[in-house]
């Protein structure tokens, strides 16, 4: 499979709920991030998974946590959402031997 | 602190010119730097990268230089062309589970 795939595309949520975003990343890709892009602004790096194990953080809370499955598919779970979470969050991919991640197109996430 | 900085917020660039594109960091442990291309409702696609021992590469149109001592990369984009309009983000990286810190973009118009 090729490229790297996130669902739902859209999803509005109240403030105090908690989400979880999906990705698929390509095969063979054992590294994959999350980064949260406000508008306006560039992606900011949440976490990294490599091999299932998070090997790298962000600065951001530990409401944000992940899960990386040994199918190339990966989760964000945010709890206890709060406004300022509303941002497009991106997932990426990349293998062992090259720094260009490849991202999928994102999922809108709104908290209202 | 913003440690990679895209200073222009937009670019104007007619047709068949060339089109520079800089980026500034802060953070010396940078060793590998990237160039994303984002249309709007899609995820970055990467276009070009270097590492800090090198001071140019090229890919066909896309050449980016590194400046180490003055720690300022640019693209160049040779000839540009009107598919080239869109945000550009800078990305630079310490390696391994560090994830990629983005600068705010740069968003380019190429005008007919």
């Known amino acids: 499979e090729t490229g790297v795939t996130q669902s739902p595309t859209h999803l509005i949520k109240t403030r105090g709920q908690q989400v979880t975003l999906r990705c698929s990343s390509q095969?063979?890709?054992?590294?994959v991030s999350w980064y949260q892009q406000a508008l306006g602004q560039g992606p900011q790096f949440i976490f990294q998974?490599?091999?299932?194990?998070?090997?790298g953080r962000g600065n951001f809370p530990p409401r944000f946590s992940g899960l990386q499955f040994p199918n190339y598919s990966s989760e964000l779970n945010v709890n206890a959402l709060e406004l300022d979470d509303s941002a497009l969050y991106l997932c990426?991919?990349?293998?062992?031997?090259?720094?260009?991640?490849?991202f999928g197109s994102g999922t809108r996430l709104t908290v209202v | 602190d913003q440690q990679v900085k895209q200073n222009s917020p937009s670019l104007s660039v007619q047709e068949g010119r060339i089109s520079i594109l800089n980026c500034d960091y802060t953070?010396?442990?940078?060793?590998?730097f990237l160039w994303y291309k984002k249309y709007p409702a899609e995820g970055p696609t990467f276009l070009i990268s270097?590492?800090?021992?090198?001071d140019k590469n090229e890919d066909g149109r896309f050449t980016v230089f590194l400046n180490k001592s003055a720690k300022h990369l640019s693209l160049h984009i040779v000839p540009s062309q009107p598919g080239d309009s869109a945000v550009y983000f800078c990305?630079?990286?310490?390696?391994?589970?560090?994830?990629?810190?983005f600068g705010k973009g740069t968003h380019l118009i190429i005008q007919p």
């Open positions: 990426a991919s990349r293998d062992s031997l090259n720094y260009g991640y490849t």
């Open positions: 990305a630079a990286t310490r390696g391994g589970a560090d994830g990629l810190t």
């Open positions: 270097i590492s800090s021992i090198k």
């Open positions: 953070n010396s442990m940078f060793d590998y």
């Open positions: 095969s063979g890709h054992n590294t």
């Open positions: 998974y490599y091999r299932e194990e998070e090997n």
